[in-house]
């Protein structure tokens, strides 16, 4: 009994190591924390946060989960985005930051939905480390999933 005991207790141990190493690794990777809230087709007024980390210059991936309450749900999304900063471009527009692009996105609740996501948004800087961005989003869902859409305001901690 005690040895069944203990690989239990075990097995816990381990996954809970693992999924912390995770999170540190994510954190560790991340370049911005997204706060974010939204009103979305079929999610009702929405609440979440994200983390956002520049691979390239003008490329950026970005993961997010979205509380969804009147649902009750929760939109989950993984994205790449082509953002680039228009200060390259013109120094009369340093600190906008328009974006587009797409991943998977999905709604995990009573309304099951996965599809493709695509994504158009503005984010103006307000100084090195804060950005507030608008931006919508459209979820195609596969087969007989529901489409959605949502409209999404925020800030973005760098």
């Known amino acids: 009994m005690k040895v069944c005991a203990s690989g239990v207790i075990l097995g816990s141990v381990k996954r809970f190591v693992f999924a912390l190493v995770l999170l540190l690794g994510l954190a560790s990777a991340q370049s911005a924390i997204q706060m974010r809230f939204g009103y979305g087709e079929g999610l009702g007024l929405t609440f979440g ?3 956002e980390s520049r691979l390239r210059q003008n490329l950026s991936g970005r993961l997010l989960a979205e509380l969804a309450p009147s649902t009750p749900g929760v939109a ?3 994205a790449l985005l082509f ?5 390259q471009y013109d120094p009369s527009l340093a600190g906008l930051l328009p974006y587009f692009g797409g991943g998977l996105g999905g709604v995990v609740g009573p309304r099951l939905t996965l599809g493709v996501s695509f994504t158009l948004g503005l984010e103006g800087l307000l100084d090195r480390y804060t950005g507030l961005f ?3 989003t459209y979820v195609y869902g596969f087969a007989d999933f529901p489409k959605i859409w949502r409209f999404t305001l ?3 901690f760098r």
């Open 154 to 156: 925020g800030v973005n």
């Open 83 to 87: 953002k680039p900063e228009l200060g």
């Open 134 to 136: 608008t931006e919508g």
């Open 49 to 51: 946060a994200g983390v």
């Open 76 to 78: 989950l999304e993984a």
